[in-house]
């Protein structure tokens, strides 16, 4: 069974970065989608990210202009760069993976931004 490995978070001062990666333990056919998600404490997850195979990217509105989400396809990799980071970015980032009738999820990074 396929299975996403996170890394890259941790406690951060505010406007400084942290990179996250995703890593599939093993190939993935047919990828539409890969992305990046969060969930604050009392909140629901949200889209932060998010990248098609044909090079699309969206973003939430909270974070544009300061995160940057790419993918490495030939490694099975996601990556979301962080910037300036603010402490309402704290929260616990997920990455998804969504295939023809599949989708995966990370098992979560933690990403504290301190004031």
């Given at each position: 069974?396929?299975?996403l490995?996170?890394?890259?978070g941790?406690?951060?001062?505010?406007?400084g970065?942290?990179?996250?990666?995703?890593?599939?333990?093993?190939?993935?056919?047919?990828?539409?989608?890969?992305g990046?998600?969060?969930?604050?404490?009392?909140?629901?997850?949200?889209?932060?990210?998010?990248?098609?195979?044909?090079?699309?990217?969206?973003?939430?509105?909270s974070?544009?202009?300061?995160?940057?989400?790419?993918?490495d396809?030939?490694?099975?990799?996601?990556?979301?760069?962080?910037?300036?980071?603010?402490?309402?970015d704290?929260?616990?980032?997920?990455?998804?993976?969504?295939?023809?009738?599949?989708?995966?999820?990370g098992?979560?990074?933690q990403?504290?931004?301190?004031?």
């Amino acid at each position: 069974q396929v299975q996403l490995v996170e890394s890259g978070g941790g406690l951060v001062q505010a406007g400084g970065s942290l990179r996250l990666s995703c890593a599939a333990s093993e190939t993935i056919f047919s990828i539409m989608t890969m992305g990046w998600y969060r969930q604050a404490p009392g909140e629901q997850r949200e889209l932060v990210a998010i990248a098609t195979t044909g090079g699309r990217t969206n973003y939430a509105d909270s974070v544009k202009g300061r995160f940057t989400i790419s993918r490495d396809s030939a490694k099975n990799t996601v990556y979301l760069q962080m910037n300036s980071l603010k402490p309402e970015d704290t929260a616990v980032y997920y990455c998804r993976v969504s295939s023809w009738g599949n989708e995966y999820w990370g098992q979560g990074t933690q990403v504290t931004v301190s004031s």
